[in-house]
Each structure stands twice: as structure tokens, then as C-alpha cells.
């Protein structure tokens, strides 16, 4: 008989397994036992010595190095309820799925165990993945009731907070909260609930008590309310709002009463401050705080925006304890640049991490080996000799299929054309003044990924750089991020982080990062998928611009503008008096001279109009030198794939 586990999950606790069973509590964790187990039912034969073990533990003997022998107690053993083994529960955002709370959210026999001291209080200890947003319920009956449940919610407010509620009302609640960081999408985090004497704690790790995150106290209700009131019944939900929510799954959910070995005193609860799973080790799996690789520090990771948050929270608190006036918890906006304030509260999910340089000369040679080893699996494919040139036909182009289809000309009409380079400067001269482009130093320190810019086009970078102020003179280069400007204010108005997000997406973007109405950062786990889709979705801009280009729009301007004409023209005829008309001496005096030297003088009109005429053809030609600056233009365009 195979001991293997069989996996199974479930979308609701409501059609999971509970069953009664043990919990092994040593002083580094809770642990559940199956008494089905034979080395556990040898431990303990009978009943009355499994209520030994409970009461008093296990007792060790040991030395203490003068030669006597010592006697410690260090495991204790309680009733429990526990989810069956290897089943896990998926979790959707109830508010989207169910309205709220829900009886799937419930099950019968997810409670304490029977003949329990109900008014003793309940252990919850379970272990979930999830970007944000689990709920753990506590009620007397197996579904939500208002007034009498409380509700523990493990990373709220984009995973920046710990919330203990309950309910008195629908407009009213007793509650608190706690700024932590504690949901996890890469690595299972455990939990544990503690409710005792009228007060509700919660915290992570597998020993309740420690790593607490804060506590409730609710000790006038807990004296005012009837027996049949107390809390019996545990409810798993998910209490995600925002349109990215994410299901989140369950396993390893225990609920016991508070063991007889912690007496009166009940369970000690070590207050930690700021809870945070990156710290815990919790929070470091694949792609888990890898945004920032190889950005040299221009970006701080997650770790160090919780770390600074936690910092100005401490101040905080000495000023208010110093000066006597009560304690505000601060946001982040308050000490953090809005974007890394704006992140944290957004939680972004994590995208794929390429992990690989693919424009190495090394990888290159990889593909190359690949295409080849593809190219000759396919020659074998159609019977043709692989050590032997593809078969030519007689107007030297290569065979096609057995239908008379050519594989590569059908698979060419699939690929979509890229936008033409034109394009890019539509518009140019509209959204100008919104444009931040790269200094001097950026093009010169990442030529390599894009056209090495032009000394005119460096020089100009310069100037820019002296005359605008806002512009740093000393920059660095975050190579996690890719830059978007549009060159259409009214249509990308409507473009929304979900479309940009679907652009990027065979590339794993991780946040979008809005810089204003024309512009924003795509921001990715690594450089090397920030690479891949920089180079894959973007083509490179001519420098100097195309003279066609040019010539085009002075055409354009000439056709929309017709010629120049001077204000006043010195005219050829004037009214002698008598009201005859009669030639301009002056104008017979200049036409005389010109036609006396032959020269091909040109009157003073006419050379204003040429000088005016040249002086707008130069203002036409300065089109700005994208492809010099480092810019590239985007392959095709940012399509609207959201309702909103």
C-alpha cells in the first residue's frame, strides 16, 4: 500500500474534509498528528494517558553537566480539528463571487472540537499563498452572524495592513488595524489566531504567540454576551476588492481550544512591531523581490520601502509619546516619492523572471544551434537528405509543401506589419513640451542596446540639460524599466494600466508606473525580460530623420500656407494731382539702373521674401533627431483591452 498523499483541491471549505485529530505543540511549532499513525497510538494506549500527556507533556531527561540527571517537559499534545491531508482550498474574492460572506465559506464540522471549554477560547493555525486580502472568520454558527463574528484580514489594504473587526452594525464595528506585511504569492506563509479572554490576536509562524501583529480587545463584549454567543465555528474567505484581485488557496487549517498546560494566563502573546514576511523568510520565492536585479540600487526593493515605512513609523510614535498627544499612523505618502508609496499600496503581481542574458553572444550561439538542429528535424521530416542542401526548383527558390504551399510565405502573411517609422513624428511639435528625453549621459552609457547618438545630437541633449532645472544633470540608468511616451494625448487618455499590461504581456510586466496623461514606466522582475521586450516590441529610429521626411512636410506647409508675401509692396503707380495716374519715377529710376549693370539685382521686396522663406524651410528641417536621443518606436500600437 502506497503512503504518497493524493492532492486535492477544493474551490470552498464548504466541500473540503474536517476531521478530529491531535496537535503536537513543541516550543518550536504546532504541529498536526494523524492518531491513525502507529507511532503515535504507542505513545499513548489509553485515554487517561493521552489526558496526562496533555496536562502535563512529554518529560525528557537530560544532564546537566555536574553528573544529575534533569527532567524538562517540552511537548504537550491537544484535541483538534483539522483539514484533511493534502487538500488544499481555493479561495475567490467572496465580494465578487458571493456578495460577502457566504455558508461555502463555512462547513459544519470546522470547529472546535467537541467537548471542548468553548469559553476558553480558540486556536486558528492555517498556511495560505496570496497576493493579499485573506479572511479568517470566527462565529458562533457555521455561517457569518452580524454583531456576534469576528473577522481577522490578513493583508488588507494592498497588503500593507492587518485588520481585526467586528461588526456591531452594518455602519458600525469595533476594530483595529496594523501595518504589516504579510500575504505571500510565492511561498506558503502559516497564520495563527488567538482568541482568549475577550481579546483577538493574529500573527505569522507555525507557534501562536509569536510574531504577533496585534490584538483586539473586546473584553466588555466578551462579559456582557450570552454562552450560546461564544465562538465555536471558523470561516475561510477572501476579502479582495480591486479589479486585479486573485484567488487564494488554503491548506494545513487547524482550530483547537486554548491547551490546559498555559493555565489561567492563556496563551503569552510577544508583540513585534511591524510584521514583515521578507524578513521572515516567508516572502523570498521566485520572482518574489527580484524587480530591482541589476538596477545597481536605482529602485528600492520592496524590503527596503517596508523597512524605511517602519522607521518613520517609530518616530512617530517617540513624538507623540514625547509631546503627550496621540499616535497617528502615518501613510507613506508622508516620507516616500508618491510612485513608492503608490506601489506598496498597489501590491503589483509579480511577473516571470527571465533570469538570462538573450543577447549574449553566448545565448545567440545557443538559439543559432537550436535553429539549425530545428532546420535539419524538419529537411528529415519531408524526406530530404540532411546532409544536402535544401532541393532548389528551377527558378532557384525552394520547394514547397506536398500542397503547393509555401510554409514560409504563408507563415510571413501571418506576422503582423509594424507601424511605419513615419509615425513617430506625428504630432511631434503638439506634445513637445511633455517630452522628457535622455541625457547626454543616458545615450552615451546605453548606446548599446539602442543607435549611438550623434555629436549634434549630444550637443543638443546638453543644452537641454543646462536649460531645463528639473532635469538632473547626473542620472541613472534603471534598466528594470521601460519608458512610454505617446505622441496622442486624446487616445491614450483612454489607455488603462490592464491595456498596457496586455501589450507586455508574453514578457512578464510586473507594474505600470503612470509618470502623467502622455507617459508612464512598464517596470519588470529583471533587466533581462525589461531587454527582451524593449527589443522585441520597438524598432529603431533613423538618425539623422528621413529627408523624405523632411522635404514632405516643407511640401505640405508650402501647399497649406501658400507663398509669403510682404506687408506692403512699394507700388508703381501714384495719383498726381488732377487725379492723373502716372508712372513712379522712383520705380523708373531703380529698373533703369538694374537694367544698366545687368546684374540681376533683386529689389529689396523680394529678397525679405526669399530670407523669411529660408528662414521657415530651417525651421522645418529641425525635427527632432529621435533615433540620435535613444529613442525607438513602438512596432505597433497599445490596443484598449479593458472596459474602463
Request: glycine content about 8%.
Amino acid at each position: 500500500m502506497s503512503s504518497r498523499t493524493v492532492e486535492v483541491e477544493h474551490r470552498s471549505a464548504s466541500a473540503c474534509k474536517f476531521s478530529p485529530t491531535h496537535t503536537i505543540i513543541t516550543p518550536s511549532q504546532w504541529r498536526i498528528k494523524n492518531d491513525t499513525e502507529e507511532d503515535f497510538r504507542s505513545e499513548f494506549p489509553t485515554e487517561s494517558s493521552m489526558a496526562d500527556y496533555a496536562a502535563g507533556g512529554m518529560n525528557t531527561e537530560g544532564d546537566d553537566g555536574n553528573g544529575t540527571t534533569t527532567t524538562t517537559t517540552t511537548t504537550h499534545v491537544a484535541k483538534c480539528v483539522a483539514l484533511a491531508e493534502g487538500t488544499t482550498i481555493r479561495v475567490a474574492p467572496m465580494e465578487r463571487s458571493r456578495g460577502g460572506w457566504d455558508e461555502e465559506h463555512f462547513h459544519e464540522h470546522l470547529r472546535l472540537p467537541e467537548e471542548s471549554n468553548v469559553g476558553k477560547g480558540m486556536v486558528v493555525m492555517l498556511e495560505a499563498i496570496g497576493r493579499e486580502c485573506l479572511a479568517i472568520a470566527l462565529s458562533p454558527y457555521h455561517s457569518y452572524d452580524l454583531g456576534k463574528t469576528y473577522v481577522v484580514h490578513f493583508g488588507a489594504n494592498g497588503n500593507l495592513q492587518t485588520v481585526l473587526r467586528r461588526h456591531v452594525n452594518f455602519n458600525e464595528a469595533v476594530d483595529v488595524s496594523f501595518p504589516s506585511r504579510v500575504c505571500g504569492e510565492n511561498n506558503w506563509v502559516p497564520y495563527w489566531i488567538v482568541l482568549q479572554g475577550g481579546k483577538l490576536s493574529a500573527g505569522v509562524g507555525k507557534v501562536p504567540g509569536k510574531n504577533c501583529i496585534g490584538t483586539l480587545d473586546d473584553t466588555m463584549y466578551n462579559m456582557l454576551r450570552s454562552g450560546v454567543d461564544a465562538v465555536r465555528y471558523v470561516g475561510i474567505g477572501n476579502s479582495a476588492l480591486q479589479r486585479s484581485a486573485r484567488d487564494l488557496r488554503v491548506r494545513n487549517v487547524m482550530v483547537s481550544s486554548i491547551p490546559e498546560h498555559f493555565g489561567l494566563g492563556g496563551i503569552p502573546l510577544e508583540e513585534c512591531g511591524f510584521v514583515n514576511i521578507l524578513e521572515m523568510g516567508y516572502g523570498s520565492g521566485s520572482g518574489g523581490n527580484s524587480m530591482e536585479e541589476g538596477g545597481g540600487g536605482a529602485v528600492p526593493t520592496e524590503a527596503e520601502l517596508l523597512a524605511e515605512y517602519e522607521k518613520e513609523r517609530a518616530k512617530a510614535k517617540a513624538r507623540a509619546a514625547k509631546f503627550g498627544v496621540e499616535y497617528k499612523e502615518p501613510a507613506p505618502d508622508a516620507f516616500m516619492k508618491w510612485s513608492e508609496a503608490r506601489r506598496l499600496r498597489m501590491n503589483p503581481e509579480k511577473g516571470f523572471i527571465t533570469g538570462i542574458d538573450t543577447f549574449s553572444m553566448e545565448e545567440k550561439a545557443k538559439a543559432d544551434a537550436r535553429k539549425e538542429r530545428f532546420a535539419k528535424d524538419e529537411r528529415k521530416r519531408k524526406g530530404l537528405d540532411s546532409d544536402e542542401e535544401e532541393i532548389k526548383g528551377e527558378d532557384g527558390e525552394e520547394d514547397m509543401d506536398d500542397d503547393g504551399v509555401d510554409d514560409v510565405a504563408e507563415w510571413e502573411k501571418t506576422k503582423r506589419d509594424p507601424l511605419a517609422i513615419e509615425q513617430a513624428w506625428d504630432n511631434w511639435e503638439l506634445v513637445e513640451q511633455f517630452r522628457s528625453d535622455p541625457t547626454d549621459s543616458v545615450v552615451k552609457k546605453e548606446c548599446e542596446g539602442g543607435t549611438m547618438a550623434t555629436d549634434d545630437a549630444m550637443d543638443k541633449s546638453d543644452e537641454v540639460e543646462q536649460k531645463e532645472d528639473f532635469i538632473p544633470k547626473s542620472v541613472t540608468v534603471v534598466p528594470t524599466k521601460i519608458h512610454i511616451f505617446s505622441m496622442d494625448h486624446q487616445c491614450f487618455k483612454q489607455i488603462r494600466t490592464d491595456d498596457l499590461m496586455s501589450y507586455f504581456k508574453d514578457y512578464g510586466p510586473s507594474y505600470v508606473e503612470w509618470l502623467g496623461e502622455l507617459s508612464c514606466n512598464v517596470m519588470f522582475e529583471d533587466r533581462h525580460s525589461a531587454a527582451r521586450a524593449f527589443h522585441a516590441l520597438s524598432q529603431e529610429l533613423p538618425t539623422p530623420p528621413p529627408k523624405d521626411l523632411i522635404d514632405a512636410r516643407i511640401k505640405e506647409r508650402n501647399e497649406r500656407n501658400g507663398p509669403k508675401k510682404l506687408d506692403w509692396v512699394p507700388p508703381t503707380k501714384v495719383e498726381a494731382d488732377g487725379d492723373e495716374v502716372v508712372d513712379n519715377p522712383a520705380d523708373d529710376a531703380e529698373a533703369a539702373a538694374a537694367d544698366e549693370t545687368g546684374d540681376g539685382m533683386v529689389a529689396d521686396g523680394d529678397e525679405a521674401i526669399k530670407e523669411e522663406t529660408s528662414k521657415d524651410q530651417e525651421e522645418e528641417r529641425a525635427l527632432p533627431d529621435y533615433g540620435g536621443m535613444g529613442w525607438r518606436f513602438c512596432k505597433w500600437t497599445v490596443r484598449k483591452v479593458s472596459t474602463l
